[in-house]
């Protein structure tokens, strides 16, 4: 199994400084909770170990998820994607995602864009 | 409304290349699509036009998803994460939004993470 996980490991693109981007979802509900990074050993410690892993870019160091907050993050799969660059986490969520509080990370910030599908006359910006 | 579109574009904590990683999500089943980069100018495009435009850092362009594909992106919503420095959004996907033909660009490849929620019997690796 350790030479299975090293291979598995090889294929992911890290970038430049040896990271991956790593997109996390609620695997049952597929709520999008947050996104944070994991070098090639957080990889090792997430796929291994059932639990959450990642890399702190602010803290430079290794952070269980959960093990300060009890909001622990439970693997239930880790999929790559076509470029190799990018993992998405489907997990199972205790509590919130969100050092805030709030249940994902993208719950409080709305960027405004324009709703390409709602009715012309309620569209921000010039009508059709 | 031109100072309101810089107002929010300056909230995003863009890399040390001046790019921000955004996840893109269907907006309705939540089906996590892709991952791709915009810069300023893509943002300012994606927020304002409806239609989804990234920066390709491979071919050093904008690149508005679906012109050469007709795999359009039109945007519902863009939200922005606790620190700034991650876009979710939620767009309508036509077609596949995966280069390869495949809906999703984590369609493919399953990393093999330990599922912590599986019966203990059926884990991979060691037993509970």
Known sequence: M????????????FNDVGLVPAIVQQWDTHEVLM?????????RRTLTSG???YWSRS?????????????????????LDCDGDAILLLVEQTGAA???????????????????????ETKAGDGA
């Open 35 to 43: 996104l944070a990074w994991l070098d090639a050993e957080a990889l």
């Open 59 to 79: 803290r430079s160091e290794y952070w269980r998820k959960g093990d300060t907050s009890g909001h622990i993050q439970q693997v239930r799969e880790a999929r």
């Open 98 to 120: 969100c050092h805030t509080g709030t249940r994902s990370c993208f719950d409080t910030e709305d960027l405004h864009a324009v709703d390409a599908l709602a009715p012309a």
């Open 51 to 53: 639990r959450v892993t």
């Open 2 to 13: 350790t030479d299975d996980i090293e291979a598995r490991i090889a294929r992911v693109a």
